[in-house]
T-cell receptor, first 117, second 107 residues
């Protein structure tokens, strides 16, 4: 299957700072990328959907000013957690999908574990 | 949106077949049935999908009821590496995860 990478795999930051997570589709052009977060022992929660060159669409309850998403190219999307707080500590997972818009063509990255101290 | 219902957890012995059920009584005629799984500390991975007919691939088989109101993911010979949370998903435009079934494999 297609490969999606995330960088970094782990990050520790201090409360009040911002942290950027990158998501790349390595072998296909991702017209749509998705960002999820996951708390321990819980299911993945969709945060936002972004289409290349457009503003992201955020799910209800997700603060768009806190979680900035940029999808500037067909292979790269970034999630910036601004003014991070300990409650933002979580496992962040991105996924990428090609133009055919089928769920079985949505490929997931390995995740980024964010710890805010 | 059509809803799916899966058992919270299941247990199986290594090298035995595993049947993971999913109920989706409100499925529409055009909804594909997808299965993803998430291994510990990893991102989800695609397992299999189908519409009406049973499907087989190298990872698993998918048995779909004739009325499409339920389906079963079949792992023919479970290994310890199959211990994961398995999700049955109907939406195509964006994947919304339910609670899934946590599969424990006993050595």
């Amino acid at each position: 299957g297609a490969v999606v990478s995330q960088h970094p795999s782990r990050v520790i930051c201090k409360s009040g700072t911002s942290v950027k997570i990158e998501c790349r589709s390595l072998d296909f052009q991702a017209t749509t990328m998705f960002w999820y977060r996951q708390f321990p022992k819980k299911s993945l929660m969709l945060m936002a959907t972004s289409n290349e060159g457009s503003k992201a669409t955020y799910e209800q309850g997700v603060e768009k000013d806190k979680f900035l998403i940029n999808h500037a190219s067909l292979t790269l999307s970034t999630l910036t957690v601004t003014s991070a707080h300990p409650e933002d500590s979580s496992f962040y997972i991105c996924s990428a999908r090609g133009p055919h818009k089928r769920a079985y063509e949505q490929y997931f990255g390995p995740g980024t574990r964010l710890t805010v101290t | 949106d059509a809803k799916t219902t899966q058992p919270n957890s299941m247990e199986s012995n290594e090298e035995e077949p595993v049947h993971l059920p999913c109920n989706h009584s409100t499925i529409s005629g055009t909804d594909y049935i997808h299965w993803y799984r998430q291994l510990p500390s990893q991102g989800p991975e695609y397992v299999i999908h189908g519409l009406t007919s049973n499907v087989n691939n190298r990872m698993a088989s998918l048995a779909i009821a004739e009325d499409r109101k339920s389906s079963t993911l079949i792992l023919h010979r479970a290994t310890l590496r199959d211990a994961a949370v398995y999700y049955c998903i109907l939406r195509d435009d964006k994947i919304i995860f339910g609670k899934g079934t946590r599969l424990h494999i006993l050595p």
